[in-house]
């Protein structure tokens, strides 16, 4: 079981930048988890006053062998 925490950016359109791991820097995992984010599916952005920002977030990532 390995958890990490990154960070990143979530613009407007939802694409991700600036992604980066917080905890279990320069190991395997960080950069599979780091790589999930960057390649993954678009997130939804935040919004004010219903228009969509720019905004960062700090997500946690566990990874857990199956049993």
């Known amino acids: 079981v390995g958890t990490?925490?990154?960070q990143?950016?979530?613009d407007?359109?939802?694409s991700t930048s600036n992604v980066e791991a917080l905890?279990?820097?320069n190991s395997v995992l960080a950069?599979?988890?780091t790589d999930a984010i960057r390649k993954g599916p678009k997130w939804n952005p935040?919004?004010?006053d219903g228009k969509p920002v720019k905004a960062?977030?700090?997500q946690k990532v566990t990874f857990r062998?199956?049993?």
């Open 31 to 33: 950069e599979i988890f």
């Open 4 to 6: 990490c925490d990154v």
């Open 12 to 14: 407007k359109d939802g």
């Open 23 to 25: 905890t279990l820097k």
């Open 46 to 48: 935040a919004s004010i």
């Open 8 to 10: 990143f950016i979530v």
């Open 65 to 67: 062998a199956p049993d």
């Open 56 to 58: 960062w977030r700090r």
